[in-house]
């Protein structure tokens, strides 16, 4: 019984849903890490406003940082915040997060 509820606690932790922040992100707007990069991207089927603030983290190298959309950001789109993970290289598939994109009043 304790495996079990062990189980259903792990899983509700690690759901994607979790993970992103739920509900303060744009549905389908993810990060992904390239290098000493981090790329913002529309997978969605909306453009992103202008004006929204993207809080992004990756946790393997303990960084986070905020980006301001000064335009639209087109589904299929994506930013580029060079150099942004510093001296942390880091491969494609390390996870980032997106962890709150909120539109500035």
Same mark, same amino acid.
């Given at each position: ?9 792990? =899983? ?12 303060? =992100?744009? =549905? ?78």
């Amino acid at each position: 019984m304790r495996r079990r509820i062990a189980l259903a606690v792990l =899983a509700a932790i690690l759901s994607p849903a979790h993970a992103a922040g739920a509900g303060d =992100a744009p =549905a389908g707007l993810v990060c992904r890490v390239e290098g000493y990069d981090v790329a913002l991207i529309n997978r969605g089927e909306a453009p992103v406003e202008a004006g929204t603030s993207v809080t992004w983290s990756v946790p393997f190298s303990r960084s986070e940082g905020q980006h301001h959309l000064e335009r639209p950001l087109e589904p299929g789109a994506l930013v580029m915040l060079n150099g942004v993970l510093e001296s942390s290289y880091l491969r494609p598939g390390t996870e980032c997060l997106i962890l709150r994109a909120v539109q500035d009043p």
